[in-house]
């Protein structure tokens, strides 16, 4: 990992703490990161995000807790710290893991996905947030009124779906901010009907961690999507068996229907990246990639959200006609009254031609 100076860190750290968090000086700020092993998120994030707090005249905390499986084992003593902040910043699969269930009053929570230095000190981190929080305002405006969606890929997925009528039944709304904006809240599956190509991999939605999340298929699985729900399999016996007994695992860590399709999203992040190879840990890959918008991810088996997600790049996608990603490119970005929001470096940063690798 290359050294970054303090200076280099700043507009990505003054974007989180200012900008998204709300921070101002003499607020106490409470960073919390991982410690043990297999970190997702480098320790070093807290440390020098604290000193450019300290430097902005803010009250830093830093406290590492290692990641558990569960929101029900939440730590104690970070429990503890959160009820003294005044603004709480995750750079730890804790915040992933209560982003639909933590209640943490009016204090302002935010759930970072800067893994490490190299994206705090990118574009992925300073693209200003204020400004791409309108945008994902405006997109969501589009999909809470429109009455219906469609999702198409080249490998052969064609679903079509209906906006629940219920106003914000429609969608999931986290419990944390995200930083940065990666998606608008996920679509709840309503009258979801269609075929569904699974390929490369399944793994867990992030909410809880078990043994064997990740699924690796050599050849895809079309599955067939009946008012929301998995009626029927297509692909080698073998590989068919091995999906049904993942989903069925999934389901059985919160119980309820391993064969249910909960909900989805798709990224909104053009500046999304990852560099490493994405079977070296397909959870760690997953936890920053789909912000990216060439990533659909599908919530499936169990309770919502569910425990199982399935991954598919470049589709192309519609409300109402509307084609607001097309061969995962976000075309909706480019819209005339979006690109009016923002300052000649916002646009070179944010346009559907800003395309960066995920590894896939």
Known sequence: MPEFTLDELEPGARNLLINCAGAQPGDKVLLIGEQGENLYFEPELCRDVALIAESL???????????????????????????????????????????????????????????????????????????????????????????????????????????????????????LELFPVMIFPPVNCYQLNGKLVIDHFVTSSSTNAYEGSTLVMDSPVMVTVVDSRITDFEGPDDLVEKFKVQLIKAAAVTGGDPYLINSWH?????????????????????????????????????????????????????FDGQVLWDEGRFVFIDRPEIQAMMNIDQRALLNSAVRHSIGM
Do not use: C
């Open 57 to 175: 005249g803010m009250r830093p905390t830093v406290i590492l807790a290692k990641p558990v499986k569960n929101a029900a084992e939440f730590p104690d003593n970070v429990r503890h710290e959160m009820e003294i902040a005044d603004q709480i910043i995750f750079f730890s699969r804790l915040g992933d893991q209560v982003r639909f269930s933590l209640d943490a009053g009016n204090k302002k929570t935010v759930m970072t996905y800067t893994l490490d230095r190299s994206y705090l000190a990118s574009p992925f981190a300073s693209a200003d947030f204020t400004m791409m929080k309108r945008m994902h305002d405006a997109l969501l405006d589009v999909v809470l009124n429109a009455k219906s969606y469609t999702i198409t890929a080249a490998n052969g997925t064609n679903l079509h779906g209906k906006i629940h009528a219920i106003g914000k039944d429609a969608v999931s709304e986290f419990a």
């Open 266 to 318: 798709t990224g909104i992040n053009p500046n999304t990246y990852y560099k490493g190879d994405p079977y070296g840990d397909l959870e760690l890959w997953g936890t920053v990639a789909y912000g990216s918008p060439r990533y659909t991810h599908i919530h499936a088996a169990g309770i919502d959200p569910g425990d199982a997600a399935f991954h598919f790049m470049d589709a192309t996608i519609a």
